[in-house]
């Protein structure tokens, strides 16, 4: 049971980047994703996420018009469209899954039982 998050780099401020989580040894669509940051010395903060049923995303203020979380159920992936990025979205970026079924998902990381390597993304000019 594994997820992979990939998809960081550097980045000018104004630009996108696009990251995956793919899952490995389970059905990613039955779970809930969220997308994590760290935030030092406070430990990490959900920015979206996407529920198991219906898929229904949420965002966290900050994130709200620039970043886009959908889900690929054929290959068993989800996906962080993260457009005008900027210098303060700088961060190692995780995904999670949380088993628990409902139309909405939650940014508390305790929820979430299966975690990937963090990706990361660097915005500076």
């Known amino acids: 049971v594994q997820l992979q998050a990939s998809g960081g780099g550097l980045v000018h401020p104004g630009g996108s980047l696009r990251l995956s989580c793919a899952a490995s040894?389970?059905?990613?669509?039955?779970?809930?994703v969220g997308w994590f940051r760290q935030v030092p010395g406070k430990g990490r903060e959900g920015v979206a996420c996407i529920s198991s049923s219906e898929n229904i995303p949420r965002y966290v203020d900050s994130v709200k018009g620039r970043f886009t979380v959908t889900r690929d159920s054929v290959k068993n992936q989800v996906y962080l469209q993260m457009n005008s990025l900027k210098p303060e979205d700088t961060d190692v970026y995780y995904c999670?899954?949380?088993?628990?079924?409902?139309?909405?998902?939650?940014?508390?990381?305790?929820?979430?039982?299966?975690w990937g390597q963090g990706t990361l993304v660097t915005v500076s000019s």
């Open positions: 999670a899954a949380d088993a628990t079924r409902d139309i909405r998902c939650v940014f508390n990381d305790y929820e979430y039982d299966v």
């Open positions: 040894g389970f059905t990613l669509n039955y779970y809930a």
